[in-house]
């Protein structure tokens, strides 16, 4: 338990250059915390409300002056006037402060970045890593380092060309610890580099980092995907398998899915069967939003046709919200969940969505935002709560890299944490936090 003494908010800027919050909570022992909220392009009509300053001309109506003042003058003196607080006292007090389902009245930018901040604040307080009080306070044992999903091509909502499937991602399945993943992915992001300047290709990157060139088709990316791990010198399947994230609901539209990029209309048992295509052709061990968040029966057949051997991974369709992964797990729906702080508002929420998510065998994927900031607390939360996969983008770009520097510095700090590999994606298996217990 903790005493609060002053909270001070103030608007910075995110990777797109649009402005964002950062919350520094100092406790009465005279240690602070910070946290920088990231925010999302591709978002679920459900996510909890990132509120912006939408009637000033200021960053186009981007502000968070709004959300600096929901911080200090409204939250800041119920939590001052605690007299102890831990971080469930905390999040529920900023719960019951805001009082709507989707934090519309104070935004979740405020409550996340207040949540964040007071975990830091605490870990400083004990002299311990994040990640350690992080993992002490979910009562996590299973301390390990996360396998990364690298998002190496960008298409859709996340870069400006005709590819229709949002993000390609690397995923280094075979190496023995994050070192060695990081060093494979980098080494494929370069090999591929080379490939696409080869080809005519530009190599400018999109928001996650991920190069963003004009191709033909989803199989024209998967297919520089494979010759860059084998130029690489690493071999597809075995070492590095790949994933796609659709962000499908972005190309819903009427009922079905029109890909314009390849100039075609499909229902959804047809970009099902597409789907099955590319897994049986291509080493795909996992898809993240495969359908469009409310199309729910296409979803559950998805899960029926591929969910024993493909993570299925609900992003807008769950959107890190218990109610929704609920009616999925009910309904047969999906068989993984990615987890995104700012989707749901505090970190107590978003344990809940994971220990429900474990309960039932379904994985958990911590994820970044396409919008995020060099803030590197997502890293700590993988670790700390066992989670076994991260999505934090490419292999370039500051905000990106920042989360893979602060594994590989856990890593050499604590020494070998387990790092489970293709174990990960596997599916419909119950949770027990034993695979990665950790020798430090």
């Keep these: 338990m903790s005493t609060i003494e002053s909270l001070q908010a103030v ?91 989707r934090k519309t009245h104070l935004g979740a930018n405020a409550t996340l970045s207040v949540s964040g901040a007071f975990a830091r604040a605490q870990a400083n307080e004990q002299r311990i890593p994040l990640y350690q009080h992080l993992a002490n306070w979910s009562n996590t044992a299973d301390i390990r380092m996360p396998v990364p999903m690298m998002n190496v091509l960008n298409g859709g909502a ?121 897994v049986r052709d291509y080493p795909i061990k996992s898809i993240e939003d495969g359908l469009a968040e409310n199309d729910w029966t296409s979803w559950k057949s998805l899960t029926e046709k591929l969910g024993d051997d493909v993570q299925l991974v609900g992003d807008d369709i769950f959107v890190t919200n218990t109610k929704f992964l609920q009616r999925g797990i ?26 429900l998510a474990w309960s039932v065998g379904y994985n958990t994927v911590v994820s970044h935002r396409s919008g995020d900031t060099e803030d590197s607390f997502i890293a700590d939360l993988a670790v700390g709560t066992g989670a076994g996969q991260i999505k934090t983008g490419s292999m370039s770009r500051s905000e990106r890299i920042s989360k893979y520097n602060q594994l590989l510095r856990m890593e050499a700090q604590v020494g070998h944490m387990k790092y489970c590999g293709l174990e990960e994606i596997l599916i419909h298996r119950e949770r027990d936090h034993t695979c990665g217990a950790s020798s430090a």
């Design 11 to 101: 608007e910075l800027l995110d990777s797109r250059g649009n402005p964002t919050v950062e919350t520094t909570v100092r406790l009465r022992s005279g240690v602070e915390g910070s946290f920088l909220v990231p925010s999302g392009a591709s978002v679920g009509a459900e996510e909890a409300l990132e509120l912006r300053d939408s009637d000033s001309p200021r960053y186009l109506g981007k502000g968070v002056q709004g959300v600096v003042r929901n911080i200090e003058q409204t939250i800041s003196p119920v939590l001052c006037d605690l007299k102890e607080v831990d971080q469930e006292v905390l999040d529920q007090t900023l719960i019951e402060l805001d009082g709507t389902e």
């Design 158 to 278: 996340h870069a400006n060309n005709n590819i229709d499937v949002q993000e390609f991602m690397l995923v280094p399945v075979g190496m023995s610890d994050i070192a060695s993943a990081v060093r494979c992915g980098a080494e494929i992001f370069q090999r591929l580099k080379e490939l696409l300047s080869d080809d005519g290709h530009s190599t400018a990157v999109g928001d996650e980092g991920g190069f963003a060139p004009n191709l033909d088709s989803d199989r024209a990316a998967l297919d520089f995907l494979i010759e860059a791990i084998e130029r690489a010198g690493y071999q597809p399947g075995p070492d590095v398998v790949l994933a796609l994230d659709c962000a499908a609901t972005e190309f819903f539209e009427s009922n079905s899915y029109v890909l314009k990029g390849q100039k075609k209309t499909l229902s959804g048992e047809q970009f099902i069967a597409y789907l099955q295509s590319l």
């Design 330 to 355: 009910e309904n047969g729906v999906a068989n993984a969940i990615l987890v995104k702080l700012n989707q749901i508002g505090t970190l107590t929420e978003t344990l809940d969505v994971m220990r």
